[in-house]
């Protein structure tokens, strides 16, 4: 091997590993939010590779709001039984008491009590003093401010205004009682990147990143995949079957498909090079009201 | 026909062979940083459909260009930020043009972001400093550029925005760019330009502007695709720093790290800057199957061929070219904080894996950032910057920042509340021969003490058996450690057992507990030690008597007054049971009295607060 300089995927998948580590060395209790999207992927795939040959030595979260993708659960166990890292489910209890759902009481509720509360609880059950995530700078705008290593209060609040300063790679992990870290490895990585490092370490997403007929229904412009029968047909409404995939993956009553053949990594890589809409778009959460993702990150959302 | 997939694999070969150039646009409030690139993301296509849509819809009432947008909105990320139509943090940006891809750090123009614009710099490769054409070179433009220099980014950019707000003056650029050459040149970067630019319009961004005839340097993008900023760091010296000792099983010990710089291959012979031990490189360890080689960047476990004592912080080098291995160096420091930097105070230092307690030990000058002149001074103020010299409580590795910035740069991190206070870059390291000179002054109480960064002192507690003496002072001196203090407890436990065993419980016995007491508290305090003495110390005449041996140190009786009934019932050592029922003759306030102080310094109440409350109180009595 003549290579003397690495390459900017070897390079982002270097700073990664190291931020991995880092948290593993300085933090009690650490956790990984464990979404199942490809991002999620990616943080995995890095988590193995960075304490190769031991285990992870941290459990994987995922905060279960009921309403994810079937596919999505299907593939959150197979993964967990082939690569057997703990894992962590919750689902906000109270809430599932209550019955909320996105239909009767809004996007925005449901994703404060679901999402947002339930997070709040698991990491508070499980004492965890730092939470990794898969946040990415080119996401969003609030993102792109964000520290790699961003600390919270003891109500997991994020204060914008007063970041600790953060230079070069060493990062201040130090926290008081009740505060907590959040740690975000692939910060400096784009959607792009995202991409092409599934396809050049072939790394296994969800399916429903790729194009298949799959029933949908169109409301406003977007395409609502119907994944079960809790989504609520609105009169004369009727699901159709479509070629469609989507870019990013959540609750599926407030993720948009897409229109799309691109039924494998080179075509989903190729049509992203000519597309001309942010990823983000099909969350149906964040077009609420400007400032909103900032918002809900002063509240805790991750 | 070729499949997409060889497409694919030619078009990501592409994409590799780019390079990525990090840089940061810095400047005054003002000077149009965020537009300049919001300007570069609309030029190089990255504002996508739903993107413009909104932004056309927030641009209304704003100050636009040809295209109707108000270009400072796509990076003006925060709320409060729009609200203010100021920038506060450091936001990121990529971009990617055919030949490289970029990742802009936009940092804050306001002074009190100083810190945050530190922040972006110091994992740039290159600036581009924004003045504002119509007000030419600021404070902050000067402070920036200082700073820049500090942190050591070697590229530099002066980006004469608004020209077209000076009507394309030749005149006006050159003098600014003359200006800022001149004010420059002591800082030493390796390349400096100079563009006039208007990013609002779009003037000598992507080509040359026609409306600038009289400049034939290279437009802003072609600038940046083109100048060669990368250093070689696999050439350097090998420095690994050891972040975490991967350990799955007996069979398998291995360091897991990054290579800071340099080159390593298995069967090098490597040092532990700790121990100074050598080993060998038996195996370069990663999940893609192990490595014979591996270069500056990569993050990879080394396993090596004995059993040597290595552990989360120690650098590993190659003998002959290993790094400085000192507990005192001198470093240039920007203070980040509101609450200002003082000599003697101590403070947690991070450098690389390893984190030590630290105390600037001199500081030497402060550096004015607008004429670069030095100045005495007594501290180090938010934002401004000086030089000290450091020691820390144990020996750290090390190189000189100019050298390697991983393995020579520091966070200074505060004790109690463990915020980031400031960023060091390090000049050289000091050996102890240099830093003390044992002719010009002896060693005495006040040398001693300054080297601790305190007021040696002794606090006397008295009060009943249960009263909460001891828990008082057990977080009082948590909480002085806490604060990198030095402090002491002397109680019944620590004397009785040992210095004391001798002693039995008569009167003249107990005078001479409390006289060996005293000396032994003035001896630490004369070592320069804060000394908490808990003792029930039940006669004013012994107490008396303590304080007379204390002599000219600073003492102070503090009466924890919590009623018998209450120490009774708490009875933490079953002691008043004991006494009770016969078996302790002489106990206090049993069957021996206490003789309440008649003027103590401060009197605490042990029944009606919490002992933390307490102790609380009682360290700001004390001013610490």
Not at chain 2, 14 to 40: A, E, H, N, W, Y
Not at chain 2, 108 to 132: C, F, I, K
């Amino acid at each position: 091997m003549t290579q003397t300089r690495l390459t900017h995927l070897q390079a982002l998948e270097a700073e990664s590993i190291e931020i991995l580590r880092e948290v593993a060395a300085s933090f009690e209790r650490p956790v990984m939010m464990y979404s199942i999207g490809k991002d999620s992927s990616v943080l995995l795939h890095l988590a193995r590779k960075a304490f190769y040959p031991s285990r992870i030595p941290f459990p994987l979260l995922h905060v279960d709001t009921t309403f994810k993708f079937r596919e999505m659960i299907a593939f959150r166990d197979r993964t967990a039984e082939e690569y057997g890292f703990d894992l962590i489910r919750h689902t906000n209890q109270d809430g599932v008491r209550d019955g909320i759902n996105p239909f009767d009481h809004g996007s925005s509720r449901y994703t404060d009590i679901m999402k947002t509360a339930a997070l709040r609880q698991a990491l508070n059950a499980g004492k965890y003093d730092a939470a990794i995530g898969g946040a990415r700078r080119d996401e969003e705008k609030s993102r792109a401010k964000e520290r790699i290593f961003s600390h919270r209060n003891a109500s997991h609040a994020w204060d914008p205004k007063n970041q600790r300063p953060e230079l070069w790679r060493t990062f201040n992990t130090r926290l008081n009682p009740g505060e907590s870290m959040r740690v975000f490895p692939i910060s400096n990585w784009t959607e792009l990147d995202v991409w092409t490092y599934i396809y050049s370490e072939n790394i296994p997403i969800v399916p429903l990143y790729f194009a298949r007929p799959r029933p949908v229904v169109e409301r406003s412009g977007t395409l609502i995949m119907v994944d079960d029968e809790r989504l609520p047909l609105l009169p004369g409404e009727r699901p159709r079957e479509e070629v469609v995939r989507f870019r990013t993956l959540g609750c599926y009553p407030l993720t948009g498909a897409i229109r799309s053949d691109a039924a494998d990594l080179p075509s989903i890589i190729m049509e992203m090079q000519a597309s001309r809409t942010s990823e983000r778009e099909g969350r149906l959460i964040d077009s609420d009201s400007v400032g909103s993702m900032e918002k809900k990150k002063q509240e805790g959302y991750f | 026909m070729a499949s997409p997939n060889t497409d694919l694999d030619l078009w990501l070969a592409q994409q590799t062979d780019k390079s990525l150039l990090r840089f940061l646009t810095c400047g005054s409030v003002d000077d149009g940083k965020s537009t300049l690139i919001g300007r570069l993301l609309y030029d190089s296509q990255l504002v996508l459909d739903d993107q413009l849509a909104s932004l056309k819809k927030e641009s209304h009432n704003r100050i636009v260009g040809e295209e109707g947008i108000d270009f400072s909105l796509l990076v003006d990320g925060l709320a409060a930020e729009r609200e203010q139509g100021i920038t506060i943090d450091v936001a990121y940006r990529f971009f990617s043009t055919d030949k490289r891809k970029f990742i802009v750090a936009d940092t804050p123009g306001h002074e009190q972001y100083t810190r945050n614009m530190a922040t972006g710099a110091s994992n740039a490769d290159l600036a581009l400093v924004l003045v504002d054409a119509r007000k030419g070179v600021l404070t902050q433009t000067r402070r920036h550029s200082f700073i820049l220099s500090l942190i050591g980014v070697k590229h530099v950019v002066l980006v004469v925005n608004k020209i077209d707000l000076v009507d394309y003056d030749r005149a006006v650029f050159e003098r600014i760019a003359a200006e800022y050459r001149a004010f420059a040149e002591p800082l030493g970067f390796k390349t400096l330009a100079a563009v006039p630019v208007s990013a609002l319009r779009g003037d000598n961004i992507l080509r040359p502007s026609a409306h600038t005839p009289w400049y034939d340097g290279a437009a802003l993008v072609p600038y940046l695709e083109e100048i060669a900023v990368s250093e070689d760091r696999s050439a350097q010296s090998f420095r690994f720093t050891v972040q975490w000792v991967n350990r799955p099983d007996l069979d398998f010990r291995g360091f897991s790290g990054t290579i800071a710089s340099g080159t390593v291959a298995v069967g090098d012979d490597v040092l532990i800057a700790s121990s100074r031990k050598p080993a060998r490189v038996s195996r370069i360890v990663t999940m893609d199957g192990d490595l014979t080689r591996a270069v500056a960047g990569q993050a990879v476990t080394l396993v090596l061929d004995r059993e040597v004592d290595v552990s989360r912080g120690d650098v590993l080098s190659h003998p002959g070219e290993t790094p400085e291995f000192s507990n005192q160096f001198q470093a240039r420091l920007v203070w980040m904080n509101e609450e200002a930097a003082f000599p003697g105070r101590s403070y947690l230092l991070k450098i690389g894996a390893q984190t030590v307690p630290a105390t600037i030990t001199d500081l030497k000058y402060r550096t004015n950032v607008n004429t670069l002149e030095r100045s005495a001074a007594t501290k180090i103020d938010l934002n401004e910057v000086a030089t000290v010299t450091i020691a820390t409580d144990k020996p750290i590795a090390f190189d000189p920042y100019a050298a390697n910035a991983l393995t020579g740069g520091f966070i200074l991190i505060d004790r109690l509340s463990n915020a980031t206070l400031g960023a060091g870059a390090i000049e050289f390291g000091l050996r102890r021969a240099q830093n003390l000179t044992y002719q010009n002054f002896d060693v005495n109480r006040e040398v001693r003490a300054r080297m601790k960064g305190q007021a040696p002192r002794i606090v006397w507690f008295t009060g009943l058996s249960g009263s909460g003496k001891s828990s008082i002072a057990n977080l009082l001196e948590k909480r002085l450690t806490a604060e990198g203090r030095h402090a002491y407890i002397l109680d019944g436990d620590n004397v009785r057992h040992g210095l004391n065993k001798d002693l039995g419980f008569t009167e003249a016995a107990r005078v001479e507990n409390i006289r060996r007491v005293a000396e032994v508290a003035r001896l630490m305090a004369d070592a320069g030690l804060v000394v908490l003495v808990s003792f029930i110390s039940p006669f004013e005449k012994e107490r008396r008597l303590a304080r007379e041996i204390a002599g000219d140190i600073d003492f102070t009786e503090v009466y924890v007054d919590t009623p018998l009934d209450v120490c009774e019932a708490r009875d933490p050592k079953g002691l008043y049971k004991k006494a009770r029922a016969g078996e302790i003759k002489n106990f206090t306030g049993i069957d021996s009295p206490f003789e309440a102080p008649s003027n103590p310094e401060l009197v605490l109440h042990g029944a009606e607060e919490e002992p933390a409350v307490l102790a609380d109180q009682l360290h700001g009595w004390l001013k610490f």
